[in-house]
Nanobody, 128 residues
Framework: QVQLVESGGGLVQAGGSLRLSCAAS??????????MGWFRQAPGKEREFVAA????????YYADSVKGRFTISRDNAKNTVYLQMNSLEPEDTAVYYC???????????????????WGQGTQVTVSS
């Protein structure tokens, strides 16, 4: 059983920054076996891709809406993935979810179907 726990959400003014963390655990879990992603869901909208990083950190992918503002990173030794969010905008308000998908899995990094495990989410609210 794999557990993902997000933290770091909160209320911030437009233009501010937040750093989200996602800690992964499980009896035999090793983050080096998983590609990791962040998704978000705003009220009344579908869940959407934000960013993803491959198991070795060799590649990172971003939604166009966050490119240049958000940075995904990971520390496999700590089983933790991060999302640094800068220049936040009210449109970034959403519940942010961490996800893990096996490194040999199929599907694009942008698709939620690529990921097997999900966290419970952390709320990010950006005021104007």
């Amino acid at each position: 059983q794999v557990q993902l726990v997000e933290s770091g959400g909160g209320l911030v003014q437009a233009g501010g920054s937040l750093r989200l963390s996602c800690a992964a655990s499980g009896r035999t879990f090793s983050m080096s076996l998983y590609d990791m992603g962040w998704f978000r869901q705003a009220p009344g909208k579908e869940r959407e891709f934000v960013a993803a990083i491959t198991w070795s950190s060799s590649n990172a992918y971003y939604a166009d809406s966050v490119k240049g503002r958000f940075t995904i990173s990971r520390d496999n030794a700590k089983n933790t993935v991060y999302l640094q969010m800068n220049s936040l905008e009210p449109e970034d308000t959403a519940v942010y979810y961490c996800a893990a998908g096996g490194r040999y899995g199929t599907g694009t990094y942008y698709s939620s179907g690529r990921y097997n495990y999900w966290g419970q989410g952390t709320q990010v609210t950006v005021s104007s």
